[in-house]
């Protein structure tokens, strides 16, 4: 098939890249190489795949409305998945109108762009963001999604609503994927698990937000891919499925399983709780097991060993 993937070039749009080459895909990659976080990480993370004749790559804003019209004009593509976008719950509160451009602007062009192609699949990257703080756990796809508390989170929602808009109005099969919280090799250097085995491994000070308590539901990238994937060979008129690891970690414990793998003690400095972040993200995914045959497969500390192996090839000082 013909897939589309924006975002390509950033964390887990490349090991989607990878995965979907290997299956034999022509891939084509819309990325802007945004400066949020280092463009030469990006640059290495697709380097590999320019050598492939069923690979290209485009350096386009998903909100340039007529190149993004000129790409699928030439390249008729049969599937969609979209990644794109300002990521990060915290930086959207420093500047949301950045955030609402790309991911509800960018969203509806590339939406625009599809309605007249006869696109057989339309798949929508959103977050757990969506959710906001809730009494009730696990979070289900059921519940009403309506109370995000960071621009980031109302714009992975309006995406999903946009998406539903079009899906219904032009008979674009759909599905919206919620992840929480990915971790893995090429994870993005502002999300915490990164940020606490680069500063363990160098012994550097960790800020830790609130007392401990907070919790995630840390899932590895491969199980995400792997249910993505499982989306692209089943379309759905229109879905909205969680993908999580249905198995939070409290930061204290994140801490100590970090320290252990690095066989090093974290320098902790206490800091007050965060706005905008949730006290807890916890994914029902009874769902993604009954419509995709979906269930992740790695358990957190062996996910976190191979994460390391990773951070260890490639930053560890050779003394
Ligand atoms: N990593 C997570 O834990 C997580 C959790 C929930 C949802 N998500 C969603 O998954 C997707 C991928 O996240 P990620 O962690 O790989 O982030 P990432 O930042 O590594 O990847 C996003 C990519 O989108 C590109 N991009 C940004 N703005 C663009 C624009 N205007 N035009 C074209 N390209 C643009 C960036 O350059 C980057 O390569 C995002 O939609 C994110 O919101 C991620």
Redesign the pocket.
């Known amino acids: 098939m013909r897939i589309l993937i924006?975002?390509g070039?950033?964390?887990?749009?490349s090991h989607l890249v990878k995965r979907l080459l290997l299956e034999n895909h022509k891939i084509v990659v819309?990325?802007?190489?945004?400066p949020?976080y280092s463009i030469e990480d990006?640059k290495e993370n697709i380097k590999v795949f320019k050598r492939d004749k069923n690979f290209k790559l485009f350096n386009?804003?998903?909100?340039d409305r007529k190149k993004i019209a000129n790409i699928f004009l030439k390249h008729k593509f049969d599937q969609v998945i979209h990644?794109?976008?300002?990521?990060g719950v915290r930086p959207s509160i420093e500047d949301p109108v950045a955030y609402f451009k790309?991911n509800i602007e960018?969203t509806l062009t590339l939406l625009e762009a599809c309605k007249d192609i006869k696109l057989k699949n339309f798949i929508f990257?959103s977050?757990?963001s969506v959710y906001g703080e809730r009494p009730k756990v696990p979070f289900s796809e059921d519940d009403k999604a309506e109370n995000p508390i960071s621009p980031y989170g109302l714009t992975?929602l309006s995406g999903e609503k946009l998406l539903k808009i079009y899906s219904n109005l032009y008979s674009i099969p759909s599905t919206a994927i919620r992840?929480f919280?990915?971790y893995g090799p090429r994870q993005?250097p502002d999300?915490a698990i990164r940020k606490f085995i680069d500063k363990i491994y160098n012994a550097n000070e960790i800020e830790m937000f609130g007392d401990g308590s907070t919790m995630r539901d840390y899932t590895y990238v491969d199980d995400i891919v792997d249910g993505i994937v499982k989306c692209v060979y089943q379309p759905f008129k229109f879905e909205v499925i969680n993908l999580g690891n249905s198995s939070p970690i409290k930061l204290s414990e994140l801490i100590k399983i970090i320290e252990k793998s690095l066989s090093k003690k974290a320098i902790i400095i206490k800091k007050p709780n965060q706005i905008g972040d949730v006290s807890r993200t916890y994914a029902n995914i009874r769902k993604a097991k009954k419509l995709l045959n979906w269930k992740p497969n790695f358990k957190f500390e062996k996910g976190i060993s191979m994460m390391i192996k990773w951070y260890l090839i490639k930053y560890a000082k050779k003394d």
Request: charged share 20%; net charge positive.
């Open positions: 924006t975002g070039a950033g964390f887990i749009g819309i990325d802007n190489f945004d949020f990006k386009v804003d998903i909100t990644l794109a976008a300002k990521a790309t960018g990257i977050s757990s992975k992840l919280t990915v993005r999300l």
